[in-house]
């Protein structure tokens, strides 16, 4: 008999739906979502009523290139995508967002984006 080893993606799959079952955007109170590769991170705020995403910020979108020149690592890369994505968010007229990690463990680089989005205004 051996022992099945269950694959951290599965895991993360499993913690996604769990979440996502809680968690629901609405075109005033949009859901931030956060992926995390291994080189990039990305937001995106998304209305679940009209299945449409309001705006979306990455760390390889041209936007950002200045600042993310000058950022010293990936948590610094990510905290500046959160003040990106609150800024395009206040632009709409959004301040409330309810925050999707997506499966991912709330530390490191998902924990800067959420760092990053409240200094720049955001409300969770």
Do not use: W
Request: no cysteine.
């Amino acid at each position: 008999m051996s022992i099945r080893k269950v694959k951290s993606y599965k895991k993360r799959e499993k913690r996604k739906i769990r979440i996502r079952k809680k968690i629901f955007g609405t075109p005033e109170k949009p859901r931030l979502s956060v992926y995390r590769s291994l080189n990039h991170m990305y937001a995106q705020l998304i209305d679940d009523t009209n299945h449409l995403s309001i705006a979306t910020v990455s760390t390889s979108s041209k936007v950002l290139a200045d600042d993310l020149a000058s950022a010293k690592g990936k948590v610094d890369k990510a905290r500046l995508v959160g003040k990106e994505i609150a800024r395009v968010a206040q632009e709409k007229n959004i301040s409330t967002v309810v925050f999707d990690r997506n499966g991912y463990l709330y530390h490191g680089r998902v924990k800067a984006v959420a760092d990053g989005a409240r200094e720049a205004g955001l409300q969770f």
